[in-house]
């Protein structure tokens, strides 16, 4: 089959020797799909380096004219890779103007550069593992047509413990896509120390701004904070219309930290049982899934 009839191509990426990469891109002309397993430094740098070439080698736009979509997932030995990198490589963005991104990883955190102009055209954006507050508001202030925005952070990545800049915390970077974000997923997985990237709510505060949100998933905790019993309708996005609570299950809990938690999500359960009653049925859908994330990404 040639290249040119691909529309979806998923590399290994120490797989592949660097040269037949750089073919393999500059050829597959119909590409829509790229997915990026990494499993160590040595075979990434290698693909980044051919997308590099590739990039090189196409002066007149983008190499791939019909990209859509980037997955890039980092599934290593945690022993390989666990420093923070670029969430996307800036020869990556020269491969087309994909409006799809996802980015896995384990360990370790997302930061991207300064100049991140690119994102403007993305519309869905999905980051699971560690970023800072900061560099979430620096993408939602440049992602004009975001729409769909997923965060999800992982056991094992790394973030900062301290709290963020001054107007830069988590909730101003989901308010200044307010008028764009229909789909929000976000969660912490029992990350109880990064909820400091929101500033002093320490929760979601920002949804009723969120105008345009029309389905979201999330941590009860992150709904109902350290006062369940104070939240109302009022709490929640206006046109919201699907609504997915994830309970914060910890593996291996401290001893100091597991009453309190309990205690939390039990008075948690309780609100959120309280406010059925006033939601609209024929509004609102309620739903239940098991988690589709690897079981890898959620404990250590």
Request: aromatic share 8%; net charge neutral; hydrophobic share 40%.
């Amino acid at each position: 089959m040639s290249t040119r009839n691909l529309v979806e191509i998923w590399v290994i990426i120490n797989s592949l020797s660097e040269r037949l990469l750089v073919v393999l891109l500059c050829l597959s002309v119909n590409l829509e799909l790229l997915l990026i397993c990494v499993r160590d430094n040595r075979g990434y740098n290698a693909f980044c380096r051919a997308t590099r070439r590739a990039a090189g080698s196409n002066v007149v736009g983008p190499i791939l004219t019909r990209f859509s979509t980037l997955h890039i997932r980092k599934t290593p030995d945690p022993e390989i890779i666990e420093e923070s990198d670029e969430a996307v490589p800036r020869y990556f963005v020269h491969l087309g103007d994909f409006t799809r991104l996802h980015v896995w990883r384990i360990r370790g955190s997302h930061e991207f550069r300064k100049d991140i102009t690119w994102v403007g055209r993305l519309r869905e954006l999905q980051l699971v593992g560690g970023v800072a507050a900061k560099e979430l508001f620096q993408v939602c202030q440049n992602a004009v047509q975001l729409e769909n925005l997923s965060l999800i952070f992982t056991r094992g990545s790394t973030f900062p413990r301290g709290n963020p800049p001054d107007g830069q915390d988590l909730n101003s970077a989901l308010v200044a896509r307010a008028t764009t974000l229909r789909v929000l997923e976000f969660r912490i997985c029992g990350n109880f120390s990064y909820q400091r990237q929101f500033g002093d709510s320490r929760s979601l505060n920002c949804l009723p701004q969120l105008v345009e949100l029309e389905q979201l998933t999330t941590d009860m905790l992150l709904i109902f904070g350290r006062n369940p019993g104070s939240v109302t309708l009022s709490n929640f996005p206006p046109r919201l219309k699907s609504l997915n609570l994830v309970e914060a299950w910890s593996p291996n809990p401290g001893p100091h930290i597991m009453p309190r938690s309990a205690e939390i999500e039990r008075d948690a359960v309780e609100a959120l049982l309280n406010l059925f009653t006033s939601f609209n049925p024929n509004r609102l859908l309620f739903s239940h899934e098991t988690d589709p994330l690897p079981l890898t990404y959620l404990q250590d």
